[in-house]
């Protein structure tokens, strides 16, 4: 089974800071499984971590059948067949509201009906070169004001139309893990999903330590990350392609992969979902552009670019 996109592992570390007089509490209880497509592991220091945990799978399991590209029964897929959805889960009329939001805000760059583009791109001939006619073909599907949506249905208003929440839905993900384990007392998460959320620290007390790589694995910036989520991306971080030569970040408006000359960005902010969207967009802006766009979100900063 291929993952939500191209993210290999998922990782979840949990604990009740506030049941912390309680024995019980103490004791980290730690899981593997596959989740999102992903290898995954689940680490909880709660008294009831079975039980936890149990609500944690669940709500993966119902997630991926929302946003999972590669389910043919998950609610994206049925969309992007079919050309419309009726009675639309709440999530994906969720997350599509904050993609109208990113879409708007960075001037149409972050653009969630770039599937066909993607499609057309990973379907390159052997010299690497693509298809012009091809990609003009796929550009002719790409719009987000043909995308409708409300409690009712979802649907595109031209045939071929597709959307890849790949850009956004990671972040989405890992922001309803965390309300999830709040809800069940945990008051130090941290939550990798392929984007960050923390709230909390670590048990010691110490910021939950992460570190910045480039698409070569060479390390940028080690960080801290403390009540706060953080979403990277790269322009060239995935490559597709049978040569895999063309970065997964498409520009809708020439149809191409992003061309500005970005190794990785990186977003920091309360939403992780918010994060994961504007961290995509801004691979596609000059850096005034990128603040231009950031300061529509309040609490929203740029935490890296290089």
Aim: net charge negative.
């Amino acid at each position: 089974m291929q993952s939500l996109s191209r993210r290999r592992f998922l990782s979840i570390a949990a604990c009740a800071g506030a049941l912390g007089a309680r024995p019980a509490a103490a004791q980290v209880t730690q899981w593997h499984a596959t989740a999102l497509g992903a290898r995954a592991t689940l680490s909880l220091a709660h008294p009831e971590a079975e039980a936890v945990a149990e609500r944690v799978w669940a709500e993966l399991r119902r997630l991926e059948r929302i946003f999972s590209l590669y389910r043919a029964d998950s609610a994206i897929t049925v969309l992007n067949a079919e050309g419309i959805l009726r009675a639309p889960p709440f999530e994906l009329l969720d997350c599509l509201s904050l993609c109208d939001r990113i879409h708007h805000a960075s001037g149409g760059r972050f653009d969630p009906t770039v599937q066909p583009l993607w499609a057309a791109h990973s379907r390159r001939d052997a010299t690497g070169a693509p298809d012009r006619a091809e990609i003009a073909r796929a550009q002719a599907f790409v719009g987000w004001s043909g995308v409708r949506f409300d409690s009712q249905t979802a649907q595109f208003e031209r045939p071929g139309m597709a959307l890849t929440l790949n850009g956004i839905a990671q972040g989405y993900i890992a922001d309803r893990v965390v309300a999830l384990l709040t809800r069940e007392g945990l008051t130090d998460i941290m939550v990798d999903t392929g984007e960050l959320r923390a709230l909390g620290g670590r048990p010691d007390g110490s910021d939950w330590p992460v570190t910045l790589r480039a698409p070569d694995r060479n390390v940028l910036e080690y960080l801290g990350l403390r009540d706060l989520a953080l979403a990277t991306s790269a322009p060239h971080g995935t490559l597709i392609g049978e040569n895999e030569t063309t970065g997964h970040i498409f520009d809708p408006r020439t149809g191409q992969s992003a061309r500005t000359g970005w190794q990785v960005i990186s977003v920091g902010g309360p939403s992780a979902a918010l994060a994961d969207g504007l961290s995509t967009a801004l691979c596609l802006m000059d850096r005034e552009e990128m603040e231009n766009c950031l300061s529509g979100f309040p609490g929203m900063i740029l935490r890296h670019v290089s």
